[in-house]
């Protein structure tokens, strides 16, 4: 079935610093990748949209120049973290889409920003 | 305005005891509605997809039924390693990128 691999899944860095999470479709090609973000006892709230080559899609609230979306193949998407703060504590998620369905996701990534 | 909700917030059963899982939906175009498994600090596992009302799918103990306006995942004869926290998504008609919409999730716990 089709994977989608997370990493790093947990990551710990100092205030100020930048933090890059890698999704990656291990046996597919995922023209459109989902960026998500899942607070504790919360749903997954979705941050950005990828598409591979273009622009990322953010969703309303979500800056954009504080978390750097690059699509560069139809197998890597990354979410760079830029200048982390403690209140972007969280769980990353990301999920690869098939076309119109079919949508796995990765295994997380705990964010701990000190 | 495209809503989710899923009952109860949470809920304890006790080994062996069934129950069901809601969701209901409020949205303009519904192309399908999925519930995923999640465990804690892990991603979202996939259980089913179902596309149109009156359609059920069954996997082991859990089975998934929708109809215009909810989806039940009925869960029968419950082990604790079923405990986790349910979560089910719509994928809306039109838009440029097709997104899932989540509910909060429920989260079960199954007593031995």
């Known amino acids: 079935g089709a994977v989608v691999s997370q990493h790093p899944s947990r990551v710990i860095c100092k205030s100020g610093t930048s933090v890059k999470i890698e999704c990656r479709s291990l046996?597919?090609?995922?023209?459109?990748m989902f960026w998500y973000r899942q607070f504790p006892k919360q749903s997954l709230m979705l941050m950005a949209t990828?598409?591979?080559?273009?622009?990322?899609?953010?969703e309303q609230g979500v800056e954009k120049d504080k978390f750097l979306i690059n699509h560069a193949s139809l197998t890597l998407s990354t979410l760079t973290v830029t200048s982390a703060h403690p209140e972007d504590s969280s769980f990353y998620i990301c999920?690869?889409?098939?076309?119109?369905?079919?949508?796995?996701f990765g295994s997380g990534t705990r964010l701990t920003v000190v | 305005e495209d809503q989710v909700t899923q009952s109860p917030e949470a809920l304890r059963l006790q080994e062996g005891e069934s129950s069901s899982l809601n969701c209901s939906y409020t949205?303009?175009?519904?192309?399908?509605l999925f519930w995923y498994r999640q465990d804690p600090g892990k991603g979202p596992e996939f259980l089913f997809t179902?596309?149109?009302a009156g359609e059920e799918k069954e996997k082991e103990r859990l089975k998934a039924t929708l109809t215009k306006k909810e989806s039940f995942l009925h869960i029968t004869a419950p082990k604790p390693e079923d405990s986790a926290t349910y979560l089910c998504?719509?994928?809306?008609?039109?838009?440029?990128?097709?997104?899932?919409?989540f509910g909060k999730g429920i989260t079960l716990s199954v007593r031995p």
């Open positions: 999920s690869a889409g098939r076309g119109s369905y079919g949508y796995t």
């Open positions: 179902l596309y149109s």
């Open positions: 046996d597919f090609q995922a023209t459109t």
């Open positions: 990828s598409n591979e080559g273009s622009k990322a899609t953010y």
């Open positions: 998504a719509v994928l809306l008609v039109g838009g440029a990128n097709s997104k899932l919409t």
């Open positions: 949205v303009s175009g519904l192309r399908g």
